[in-house]
């Protein structure tokens, strides 16, 4: 299976530099303990394949709404901003 997600550099609050990766993918029983173990799961992989990834996020569809899950502060700029576009995929 193939995920696609977004790697992104963005000024923090504080005037530095954030990477994160936005993945979309939920885990398969929609828990949070299953999100966590997902969203861990994808952020090492990206992070051996060479990428900086200082927060993370899963984004996925529940009950017909985009939804996040991950790094509180990424959710909240998420909601406000929307998805960014896919620059990166993945086999799992």
Known sequence: MTINFAHVRERST???WIDFAVFKADANNRTNSARADVLQQLTMKARRKGLKVDQS???????????????????????????????????I
């Open 14 to 16: 504080n005037g530095g």
């Open 57 to 91: 996020a899963l984004v996925f569809s529940e009950h017909g709404q985009t939804k996040f899950y991950g790094s509180p502060n990424l959710v909240q700029y998420l909601s406000n901003n929307g998805v960014p576009r896919w620059t990166h995929s993945m086999d």
